[in-house]
């Protein structure tokens, strides 16, 4: 096979010391336009308004995931609280069987006696 042919070689057009399936961070590439990555202004560059504006917002999210968290675990309580006592009532009553069953055997072992 002396042939130099197209298919015979491999050509790698990724940057030099890259890893397989690792890619850069490109909101801090000097190439990205800034647009979809986020912007948020710094505290110091913000008029007063603005920051209160930022801030009752942060505080309305802050409340509304703390009362998600609320309803969720009460929901996830009643729930529990449920599942548990039909776990009880369900061993009560297999326990009350079983210990019928073995009653009635003992009781048929004697009397055959």
Do not use: C
Request: aromatic residues 4%; without cysteine; hydrophobic residues 30%.
């Amino acid at each position: 096979m002396g042939s130099t042919s197209v298919d015979s070689f491999l050509e790698h057009y990724g940057v030099k010391g890259m890893k397989w399936g690792v890619r850069r961070d490109r909101s801090k590439s000097s190439g990205s336009s800034g647009e979809g990555t986020n912007n948020k202004p710094h505290a110091h560059e913000l008029s007063d308004e603005e920051l209160k504006k930022h801030i009752a917002r942060m505080e309305l999210e802050k409340r509304y995931t703390d009362l998600s968290k609320q309803k969720h675990s009460a929901t996830k309580g009643a729930g529990a609280d449920f599942a548990k006592e039909l776990g009880k009532n369900l061993v009560r009553t297999a326990v009350s069987a079983a210990g019928t069953h073995a009653v009635n055997s003992a009781l048929k072992a004697v009397v055959k006696k």
